[in-house]
């Protein structure tokens, strides 16, 4: 059993979460600032055509995340975890400069928006090594309790939903439109510029995993993984399809309560805000209990809420628009989040072997989100936009659902995890 001291431990939390941190506060915000975005970078005409413009933008990002996955995940199989976490910091700290300092499209013209392609992909290819290293590194400190261990991955994307929308909260109350639109929305980017060497730091001075001092590395886990763990694949990437999904679904909310519903901008932030709360401060706690009670006895009852309850729940939030039942809507939603995926990290890990775990975790997630979870927000926005109905987001929320419980009953069948 791979053991390490408490403040070992304590370290590698910390190391994991404010870089995981970082890398996914970047992403948020720029789901929470899309409609800023769109008016900077993309030519002048229909406001919900520049919206689709920049959420497109938004999932291309997410096709070069698996590539990323395997080339920084075989990195951290063969030269370890630390190296690997090093080094998609930097990168994701080169895709916010370019975001946080580029004209827009009144000054370059096509440029800007190629320039943001650029930077969208430096930070999906840094975020594609980023899982596998970090879930990895955390579950590997203690086989005991890497369902609390690996909580902090999600934890810390949680942390990171939080910082954005209270940043999209203060910004959008104390600043005008043409504020936002003139600058406002680059400061969340500026303040991620100064998190980057912080994280860095922690990174570079906490102890290597120590579950790869008894393994020896394969020659390419990149053909390991494809050759002999297919099956890891589908059963990690399956299980945490409805986890993404419904992950972007809630970033996407604020912005469909002001562009569908008619909402506050400011209130509209405010309710992913109390979600990224409970994220946060939710998902260890479930994983405390997954390792004390198993796993999957608190997964699959969550994935079968999410997917039967998801349609009420936008059918009750477009028949009474308001701040308050958008909160609600959300809070449900956030509890439910943090029940399923506060044991996934550990499910997902137990998929692979240590020295082909970083690569398949990697891709297996890189995949499943790049698909589900990445152009998520477009596809919400086009259902809308194709059926004319509000609810079309809550029914593609349904289906996926069914694929995670498929996948939970694979790994419970051939590879025991519980």
Request: hydrophobic residues 55%; proline residues 5%.
């Amino acid at each position: 059993m791979t053991t390490t001291a408490p403040t070992s431990t304590r370290r590698a939390i910390a190391a994991a979460t404010i870089g995981n941190a970082l890398e996914w506060f970047d992403l948020a915000v720029y789901a929470l600032m899309a409609s800023y975005i769109g008016r900077t970078f993309f030519p002048e005409g229909d406001p919900g055509v520049q919206l689709v413009q920049a959420y497109a933008v938004f999932g291309v990002t997410y096709l070069i995340r698996p590539l990323g996955g395997l080339v920084i995940g075989a990195y951290a199989d063969r030269h370890g975890r630390k190296k690997a976490l090093m080094l998609t910091i930097w990168l994701m700290v080169a895709g916010t400069l370019l975001l946080a300092v580029l004209p827009g499209y009144d000054t370059l013209g096509i440029l800007a928006p190629l320039a943001v392609v650029v930077a969208r992909l430096l930070q999906g290819f840094a975020a594609g090594g980023e899982f596998g290293a970090a879930t990895s590194f955390l579950v590997e400190q203690n086989e005991g309790r890497k369902g609390f261990l690996g909580s902090f991955q999600f934890a810390s994307q949680g942390l990171s939903t939080l910082m954005a929308a209270g940043f999209a909260a203060v910004l959008t109350a104390v600043l005008s439109d043409e504020a936002m639109t003139a600058w406002g929305w680059r400061v969340p980017f500026v303040f991620g510029l100064l998190i980057g060497p912080v994280g860095y730091y922690i990174r570079r001075y906490v102890d290597e995993s120590p579950a790869l001092r008894d393994e020896e590395p394969v020659p390419s886990p990149i053909l390991s993984v494809f050759r002999h763990h297919w099956g890891g694949l589908l059963i990690a990437g399956g299980s945490l399809v409805v986890s993404t999904a419904l992950n972007f679904i809630l970033q996407y909310l604020p912005t469909f309560g002001v562009e569908e519903l008619g909402l506050d901008d400011s209130l509209s932030f405010v309710a992913l805000f109390v979600t990224g709360v409970i994220l946060t401060f939710g998902t260890p706690v479930v994983g405390l209990l997954a390792d004390r009670f198993g796993r999957l006895v608190l997964m699959v009852p969550a994935a079968v809420l999410i997917g039967v309850g998801v349609v009420p729940l936008f059918a009750w939030v477009t028949a009474a628009p308001s701040f308050l039942t958008l909160t609600a809507v959300m809070t449900i939603l956030g509890l439910l989040k943090a029940v399923y995926f506060g044991a996934l990290p550990s499910v997902m890990a137990d998929a692979f072997p240590v020295r082909a775990r970083a690569t398949g975790l990697s891709f297996s997630y890189n995949t499943a989100v790049g698909i589900f979870g990445g152009f998520t927000p477009t596809i919400a926005t086009a259902l809308i936009a194709s059926t004319g109905s509000q609810l079309a987001p809550g029914y593609y929320l349904l289906a996926v659902s069914f694929v995670s419980i498929a996948a939970l009953a694979a790994g419970y069948r051939t590879r025991g995890i519980r």
